[in-house]
């Protein structure tokens, strides 16, 4: 993969969901991860509706899952051990397959002039 034109750069992106029961695969976007090889760009866009959460899964410790969120924002910004790894490690790291209640969904690709613009306008499209 290259730069397409002068300006414009591929960038992946997954969302960020919360799936309260993985046996049953019910999920709730909450936000988006943004990945531009190009500009060395990682980002995250949040959006955690407690309501919404609490209708799907009324058990849910909304707490616990925020705070579980907070963690993904901290390694997207290098903090604590994933300080190491490069920010496309980050990005492959966060949108590795897990069976947990916070996970990123499958990956996709685009062309943007502007990443931080681009997570905007997924995060505004999906959660």
Do not use: K
């Amino acid at each position: 993969m290259g730069a397409v034109t002068a300006g414009w750069n591929e960038y992946e992106w997954a969302p960020l969901r919360v799936v309260p029961r993985v046996d049953r695969g019910e999920c709730l976007n909450v936000g988006v991860l943004l990945y531009c090889r190009f500009e060395v760009h990682l980002t995250i866009r949040l959006a955690l509706d407690a309501g919404r959460l609490a209708a799907l899964a009324p058990d849910l410790d909304v707490e616990e899952v925020a705070t579980a969120v907070a963690a993904w924002e901290r390694t997207v910004a290098g903090e604590g051990p994933a300080g190491v790894l490069s920010v496309g490690e980050r990005f492959r790291w966060l949108t590795a397959p897990r069976s947990t209640v916070v996970q990123a969904g499958p990956v996709h690709t685009g062309l943007t002039a502007d990443p931080e613009a681009e997570a905007d306008r997924l995060l505004e499209r999906l959660v």
